[in-house]
């Protein structure tokens, strides 16, 4: 099991960046895929971005690709996501989680293939 912390949300206005962290502690980080979800307010939990275990392989929703980039640096045990253009529909919660997985190249977009997750952070967009 692997315990996470997400930090950097905030109120921005439409347009603005912001960037968020994933603090993870227990098991080895760099055993673990990670990912983004975020779910607003009367929706259903969705995803947002995935890295592999090595950070070779990323993956995003259609929806974020090419504004939103995530990285992790497995030597401080975190993970980020840099949001770029943000809209107000994209006001969530945001989560971080880790999927528990032997390939090092693979990341999962499923929320179903994660073990681990945060208490999420709260991301606003005002317009």
């Known amino acids: 099991q692997v315990q996470l912390v997400e930090s950097g949300g905030g109120l921005v206005q439409a347009g603005d960046s912001l960037s968020l962290s994933c603090a993870a502690s227990g098991r080895t980080f760099s055993s673990y895929a990670m990912g983004w979800f975020r779910q607003a307010p009367g929706k259903e939990r969705e995803f947002v971005a995935a890295i592999s275990r090595s950070g070779s392989s990323t993956g995003y929703a259609d929806s974020v690709r090419g504004r939103f980039t995530i990285s992790r640096d497995n030597a401080k045990n975190k993970v980020y996501l840099r949001m770029n253009s943000l809209k107000p529909e994209e006001t969530a919660v945001y989560y971080c989680?880790?999927?528990?997985?032997?390939?090092?190249?693979?990341?999962?977009?499923?929320?179903?293939?994660?073990?681990?997750w945060g208490q999420g952070t709260q991301v606003t967009v005002s317009s």
């Open positions: 989680a880790a999927a528990d997985t032997y390939y090092t190249t693979f990341y999962r977009v499923r929320a179903s293939d994660y073990n681990d």
